[in-house]
């Protein structure tokens, strides 16, 4: 088996997605975990996972815009001559008055994707009144930037807004997983909307920042998307790439996920033979 291809803005992406929140120490859990995660991903650490992605035919990045990530990345191409597309995120706050130069910094680090993150989309959204305030504008300056627009959004309105109003858009970044972790509406909601969107919806917290097991919300995810849509999920290690493509291949051909259990003492009884 192989890991399958999506075509998302002309572009052929991996339908995993590496995800960068335990990267930068963005855990979901705690600011213990957190500050742990920040000690333990070193450059050199960061590196070997992505190589392990690249390895695996994982070829797109999802993460704020930064030099520091640049720098791995143009290692690991230079390594592995697997090139990683990268889904940017500029923006963090509301009203986003630097925009332009967010914009200018995530094209200058190389940038496939500019995607202004749900700190701004969410806030400059009115379902009601249709529409994603200057949203064109910034779309439009993207485009001259050589980057392809897309919106990160934590609400499932953006994305009909945006279908409804006809804006440039070529990938949407929604949670969704399995027990509903920072998704908006229900799960069910939510996956009539990636399902019917016009472009392909890069879905993040499949796992619930750790909350479900791999199999299990791989397999929620992945059965119920579209063909197109791709599904990002951080790792820690090699091990856990080759782990979580190898589930991720299984779904995807049409095949019950297979992992080896863990096993504890408390299990014994569990055993079949």
């Given at each position: 088996?192989?890991?399958?291809?999506?075509?998302?803005?002309?572009?052929?992406?991996?339908?995993?997605v590496i995800?960068?929140?335990?990267?930068?120490?963005?855990s979901?859990v705690?600011?213990?975990?957190?500050?742990w995660?920040?000690?333990?991903?070193?450059?050199?650490?960061?590196?070997?996972?992505?190589?392990a992605?690249?390895?695996?035919?994982?070829?797109?990045?999802?993460?704020?815009?930064?030099?520091?990530?640049?720098?791995?990345?143009?290692?690991?191409?230079?390594?592995?001559?697997?090139?990683i597309n990268?889904?940017?995120?500029?923006?963090?706050?509301?009203?986003?008055?630097?925009?332009?130069?967010?914009?200018?910094?995530?094209?200058?680090?190389?940038a496939?994707?500019?995607m202004?993150?749900?700190?701004?989309?969410d806030n400059?959204?009115?379902?009601?009144?249709?529409?994603?305030?200057?949203?064109?504008?910034?779309?439009?300056?993207?485009?001259?930037?050589?980057?392809?627009?897309?919106?990160?959004?934590?609400?499932?309105?953006?994305?009909?807004?945006?279908d409804?109003?006809?804006?440039?858009?070529?990938?949407y970044?929604?949670?969704?997983?399995?027990?509903?972790?920072?998704?908006?509406?229900?799960t069910?909601?939510?996956?009539?909307?990636?399902?019917?969107?016009?472009?392909?919806?890069?879905?993040?917290?499949?796992?619930?920042a750790?909350r479900?097991?791999?199999?299990?919300?791989?397999?929620?995810?992945?059965?119920s998307?579209?063909?197109?849509?791709?599904?990002?999920i951080?790792?820690?290690?090699?091990?856990?790439?080759?782990?979580?493509?190898?589930?991720?291949?299984q779904?995807?051909a049409?095949?019950?996920?297979?992992?080896?259990?863990?096993?504890?003492?408390?299990?014994?009884?569990?055993?079949?033979?």
């Open positions: 088996m192989a890991l399958p291809y999506s075509e998302i803005g002309g572009l052929k992406i991996s339908r995993l995800g960068s929140n335990t990267f930068f120490g963005y979901h705690s600011r213990a975990k957190d500050t995660l920040r000690r333990y991903f070193t450059d050199d650490a960061i590196q070997q996972v992505l190589e992605c690249a390895a695996k035919g994982m070829n797109a990045v999802c993460s704020m815009p930064g030099e520091r990530l640049r720098k791995i990345m143009d290692r690991v191409e230079a390594n592995t001559g697997v090139h990268w889904f940017a995120t500029p923006g963090n706050k509301y009203p986003w008055a630097n925009w332009k130069d967010d914009v200018n910094m995530t094209a200058d680090v190389g496939e994707f500019c202004p993150h749900q700190c701004y989309t400059a959204l009115s379902s009601g009144r249709g529409e994603i305030e200057r949203y064109a504008e910034i779309a439009a300056y993207i485009r001259e930037k050589g980057m392809r627009p897309g919106l990160s959004t934590h609400r499932p309105e953006t994305i009909t807004t945006v409804k109003a006809g804006y440039d858009c070529e990938v970044i929604q949670p969704y997983n399995s027990i509903g972790f920072l998704c908006s509406v229900e069910d909601w939510i996956g009539k909307v990636i399902r019917n969107a016009k472009k392909p919806v890069l879905c993040i917290k499949p796992l619930g750790g479900i097991l791999p199999p299990t919300g791989l397999s929620f995810v992945y059965n998307v579209k063909p197109n849509d791709v599904v990002c951080g790792m820690m290690s090699s091990e856990e790439v080759e782990e979580n493509t190898t589930i991720v291949e779904i995807l049409g095949q019950v996920a297979q992992v080896d259990l863990q096993y504890t003492r408390s299990k014994a009884a569990l055993q079949t033979s």
